[in-house]
């Protein structure tokens, strides 16, 4: 039987979205092994000066539990 952990993250990044989420599954790699998926779950923005300066993405990193 194969059982599947959820880690819920909010990567960021100065360049985009697709680096915020990227951001978040890198970190989560550092300490997590068998990474099997990941949920887009929501984006977020800080904005400074009418700009977009931080670009957030708030994901769900899915992984097998090995015994």
Not at 4 to 21: P, Q, R, Y
Not at 27 to 46: C, P, R, Y
């Amino acid at each position: 039987m194969t059982v599947v952990k959820i880690l819920e993250l909010v990567g960021s990044s100065e360049n985009g979205w697709e680096d915020a989420a990227q951001d978040a599954l890198r970190e989560a790699s550092k300490t997590v092994e068998h990474i099997v998926g990941i949920d887009i779950l929501g984006f977020k923005g800080e904005v400074k000066d009418k700009k977009i300066v931080k670009f957030k993405a708030h994901v769900k990193v899915a992984f097998t539990v090995e015994r």
